[in-house]
């Protein structure tokens, strides 16, 4: 049995089909603050997939699940970025705690080994692009980027203090269908209000990279199967960047709609904590023997395709 928490969002279903597809029985722990059931309705009556409604920040409820799993996949935490704008401890509570709680019903029910869903947001305005997994020292500059390194460091120590074993996997963004947040995701529900504008925050230049969830969780489970340090610790990614000027362009373009404006609100960045640059070094994933199916503009043309299906446009 395989736990992943988060199971029924975006990134976490698309893990909960690659651990179906290569055999294996999933409880999935979820409070569906963001996560959907109809995510995981194509499992519904296969006996492979158990879903638990519980809320990480209850520590009986997590113990509870953790009672028969071998692997925890800890997906869950704050989706938005930009919450922790406005609600300062959203990330502290959903990222940092939620781990603790993941790591404490891990210690008291024997599970020893965790698979944890980090960020390249930890490296905060990194001044070495691509950034390596040995880049330091980290600064975050997001409460998202924060709570994810103190979530890796909790994981570090459980490992050295209780003999676990763990995978923390610094992600790109990650794109793909059931997206429910993010810049593409936010680009077609302006062209759904405004079929004739498109506003983009800041001024287009920011600059990131990006990875289908399908390679994403691709990628994960292949590490996972081929590493075996005490803490293995990889950036997940593609090895290229696009700019969100070439995202708005090519949203447009998905979109079949004629005349569209494209209008920036200038800056640099398109918020408080937006990193407006990142470039993942990935070699160390590619040593391994992995290799996306999809670079980032393919990753984010098939996006675009499937969330405008998805969403209406």
Not at 38 to 57: I, T
Not at 92 to 102: D, E, I, M, P, R
Not at 151 to 170: N, P, Q, V, Y
């Amino acid at each position: 049995m395989e736990l992943v928490t988060g199971g029924a969002g975006f990134i976490g279903s698309h893990l909960v089909d690659a651990l179906v597809s290569n055999g294996k029985t999933v409880r999935v722990l979820d409070n569906f603050s963001s996560g959907r059931l109809e995510f995981l309705s194509h499992h519904e009556d296969s006996e492979a997939v158990e879903v638990v409604k519980a809320d990480l920040l209850d520590s009986e409820a997590v113990r509870r699940a953790m009672s028969g799993v071998e692997v925890v996949h800890h997906m869950a935490a704050n989706p938005d970025i930009r919450l922790g704008t406005t609600v300062t401890d959203t990330d502290l509570k959903q990222g940092t705690v939620a781990t603790y709680n993941v790591l404490e019903a891990m210690r008291l029910e024997d599970v020893g080994m965790i698979s944890f869903s980090s960020s390249s947001a930890v490296y905060g305005e990194a001044d070495v692009m691509p950034t390596p997994e040995t880049y330091g020292p980290i600064k975050p500059i997001s409460l998202y980027g924060a709570s994810k390194l103190a979530s890796e460091a909790l994981i570090t120590a459980w490992c050295g203090t209780f003999g676990a074993k763990s995978w923390i996997h610094r992600f790109a963004n990650i794109v793909g269908p059931r997206g429910t947040h993010g810049v593409i995701y936010d680009f077609i529900h302006k062209l759904k209000v405004d079929p004739s504008r498109l506003e983009v925050l800041g001024n287009g230049m920011q600059e990131k990279s990006y990875m289908s969830a399908h390679d994403c969780v691709q990628a994960m489970v292949h590490l996972v199967d081929n590493t075996d340090s005490d803490v293995n610790l990889y950036n997940l990614g593609t090895g290229d960047t696009c700019s969100v000027r070439r995202i708005a362009e090519i949203v447009v373009e998905q979109s079949n709609l004629e005349g569209v404006s494209i209008d920036y609100t200038g800056g640099d960045r398109g918020w408080a904590g937006d990193v407006p640059k990142t470039s993942l070094d990935v070699d160390s994933l590619f040593s391994t023997g992995f290799r996306p199916e999809m670079m980032s503009e393919e990753a984010i043309r098939n996006t675009a395709s499937a969330l405008i299906s998805e969403i209406g446009l």
